[in-house]
């Protein structure tokens, strides 16, 4: 048995035996028999990639297994999460949103339903920053905001207590322990680095892997966010200009520094 947890559709499990486990469908309907001889505890959580499939099957299957909605193309599909609420019921669950032109008003919806989020979000281009820094916002100052919105959550965290995790690990890719077996049965990395071709020995940590490759760009080198980005936004894109993710991280840094001043003078 390695280390990873790897993701893979229900029909290839049988040959992950003893290995942990994330499964992603487009039929939730389908995984409570599927997975029905399976040792449930290799499971460790499930992604259904299509929120306009019916989730009501795994209402009470599985109970507390982590689940994962993802949404592709926010702009429409977001009214589409109401069909899913019952599942936090049963499930802790996130929503994992593309950054895409009008993804706003679906993290808004999430968080108002009381769904966590993650932001897919990619190498955001200059009016994707607007936008991303609206949410930013919205997440840092409506007192409503109950739930946490990735990366926005573990990077303030990380700015707060001073110890930065990387966005890898923040954004559940992390080289180190993940795989992604792909429809055709190849294993690959996860996220944004699949297809990439990158590779180090199975037993390389994180350090090593940003080290060697995902942050050895000259300009990460020299990057005051290197602790909590580890290069991520220069992937896949080698030139992506990081000008105004800087900026994001920027005005987390500055929240942080800003609540930490409120409390000690509470
Ligand atoms: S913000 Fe850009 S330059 Fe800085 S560490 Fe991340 S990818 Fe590298």
Known sequence: MSEFVYEVLAEQVPRYPNQSLIIRTR?????????ATEDPESIVGARLL??????EPLHAWALGLPLELVIDDPATEFPLLYRHTHLLENHPVRV?????PGFAKAVRLAVALDFAVRLEVG??????????????GFYLRQPTVAQPVEFFHGTLLGFFHEEPAPLWVVLDENPQYQ??????????????????????????????????????DEECQRCEFLQSCGGY????????????VK??????????????????QA
């Open 27 to 35: 039929e939730p309907a389908r995984l409570p028999a599927a997975l």
């Open 50 to 55: 299509s929120v306009d499939a019916d989730s």
């Open 96 to 100: 994992a949103i593309a950054v895409r």
């Open 123 to 136: 190498q955001p281009e200059p009016a994707l920053i607007e936008e991303l820094a609206e949410v930013l």
């Open 179 to 216: 795989r992604q077996v792909d429809d055709d049965g190849t294993e690959d990395l996860p996220g944004r680095l699949a297809g990439t071709g990158i590779a180090l020995a199975a037993d390389a940590g994180l350090d090593e892997w940003m080290e060697r490759t995902l942050a050895a």
């Open 233 to 244: 936004f220069k992937w896949p894109r080698r030139d992506y200009d990081c000008a105004g």
């Open 247 to 264: 900026r994001l991280f920027g005005e987390l840094r500055d929240a942080a520094a800003e609540l930490r001043q409120d409390l000690s």
